[in-house]
Structure formats: structure tokens, C-alpha cells
């Protein structure tokens, strides 16, 4: 269970991003090696997890199949990850598919929390693939029953990648990352394959990801950024990004 609080800093560079985040107070070093991101994100024919995002459902899952690395090299240790995220309403009335997550002592906003199973490894183009993804991807992985017919109604709707930095705070342990270079694939129905990419190399994400323990040290790092928080998924500004062309 974690909460995130997001930012947007535009009209910066990502050089002067980083510049900033190094001179933070909160003395952010680098926890990871950078490296690119790549996914595959799942949505039902009316894309009804996008909407959910936009109107703002306290409640709201995310599908997608995460891998790092080369984009076309598929076989580095894909995962699907289910990321839900819920409100005010209990986590049995938003997921009573999913059972109960672990407890926090207290709620201070969304809270965020996520399941990983491994990806048995089959090819990019059998996952993107239309006629293969509703009736076949979901038998090759290990799931609970309840996961397994939650997700045959999903498909593959868009595809992304961009390049990431992970730093922590010295103090607290807070992780902050910084995403740039931004790139959005669009699902062909018609070849089952990718659509011609559309880059966003203009947007940089930062995230502070923190847990309940850590949310006085969080809102003071916050505090520390000249930008105000934003909502920002970036498959749903890859659907928009799509959607303008």
C-alpha cells in the first residue's frame, strides 16, 4: 500500500529537473540505475479504464504488462501488473473481486496498491494480437481464478516507453522518480500489431512514492518543489496524446 503525489514541471529541461532534485533538501541520491520502461496496458473494448481515470472513480484499476530495457526485447522478465487505486469507498465495494489489501492505520488520501505475477514470455506481437489476447494470454499465467476471468474482457488498447531515474531521500527513505522521453504506440486492430510512434519528449513526470509511516516526511519534501501536484497517468495521456493526431 502506498500513496503518490505527481508532478508536471514544464517549461524545464530534464537537466534542470535533475539539477533541482539533487539540490533538494532532502538530499535525494540515486537508488537505481536509470533505465528504460516499457508497457503494454490492457482495457476493455470501451476503454473503460480510461474513463474511470478522467471522471475521477475513486476507484480504478490499471492492467498492463511492464518490462525494462530494449523495447523490442520482449523476453527480459515481463510481469502483468494489476495497480489499483481507491478513494474514499472500501477497498471490498471498489475490487470485491480481489479481497482485501493490507491494513494501514490511517488513510491521509488515495491509496495506492499492486499485484505482480510473472509472464510466462511469449512474443510481443502474440500479446498485442486482438484474436489472441481475449481467449489465450490470460491461460499462459499463473492467476487466481477471480484475476483470470476479471481479465477476459481486456485487451491490448496502447504501448509506451520512457526513460527513468530512482532516487530516495536521505532521510525517511521517501523514492522519488523522474520520467522523460516519453513514447506512445497505438494498437492496430487491423494488423495486430503497433501503430507508428507518437513521442511526447516535451513531458517530464516526477513521482513521490511513499508509505503511511512516511507522510509527514513526504509533505515536507513536497513542500520543497516549486510545482503544484497533478493528476497524471501516463496511459491516459498516451490514449489523449493518440486520440490528437
Known amino acids: 500500500m502506498r500513496y503518490e503525489r505527481k508532478w508536471l514541471p514544464t517549461g524545464l529541461s530534464m537537466a534542470e ?5 539533487r539540490r533538494h533538501p532532502a538530499a535525494f541520491r540515486p537508488a537505481y540505475p536509470e533505465r528504460q520502461v516499457n508497457n503494454v496496458y490492457f482495457d476493455t473494448p470501451r476503454l473503460d479504464h480510461y474513463f474511470d481515470h478522467i471522471s475521477g472513480n475513486s476507484a480504478r484499476v ?12 520482449f523476453g527480459a522478465s515481463p510481469v502483468l501488473e494489476l495497480k489499483f487505486k481507491r478513494g474514499s469507498a472500501s477497498w471490498k465495494e471498489s475490487f470485491p473481486w480481489r479481497g482485501a489489501p493490507p491494513r494501514v492505520a490511517r488513510a491521509s488520501g488515495p491509496l495506492g496498491w499492486k499485484e505482480s505475477f510473472p509472464w510466462p514470455g511469449a512474443r510481443l506481437e502474440e500479446v498485442l494480437s486482438h484474436a489472441h489476447a481475449p481467449h489465450g494470454w490470460q491461460e499462459e499465467i499463473d492467476l487466481p481464478e477471480a484475476v483470470r476471468l ?4 481486456l485487451q491490448p488498447t496502447l504501448a509506451n516507453r520512457y526513460h527513468r531515474h530512482y532516487f530516495r531521500s536521505a532521510v525517511g527513505g521517501v523514492r522519488l522518480t523522474v520520467d522523460s522521453n516519453l513514447g506512445f504506440f497505438g494498437v492496430s486492430a487491423s494488423n495486430r500489431g503497433l501503430q507508428r510512434l507518437a513521442g511526447d519528449g516535451l513531458t517530464t513526470v516526477l513521482e513521490l512514492k511513499y508509505h503511511d509511516s512516511q507522510t509527514a516526511a513526504a509533505a515536507e519534501i513536497a513542500s520543497g518543489f516549486p510545482f503544484r501536484v497533478r493528476r497524471c497517468s501516463k496511459y491516459v495521456l498516451g490514449i489523449q496524446h493518440l486520440d490528437s493526431r
Open 150 to 153: 476479471r481479465l477476459r474482457s
Open 17 to 21: 529537473v535533475l539539477v533541482m532534485v
Open 62 to 73: 490499471k492492467v498492463r504488462l511492464r518490462w525494462y530495457g530494449e523495447f523490442n526485447a
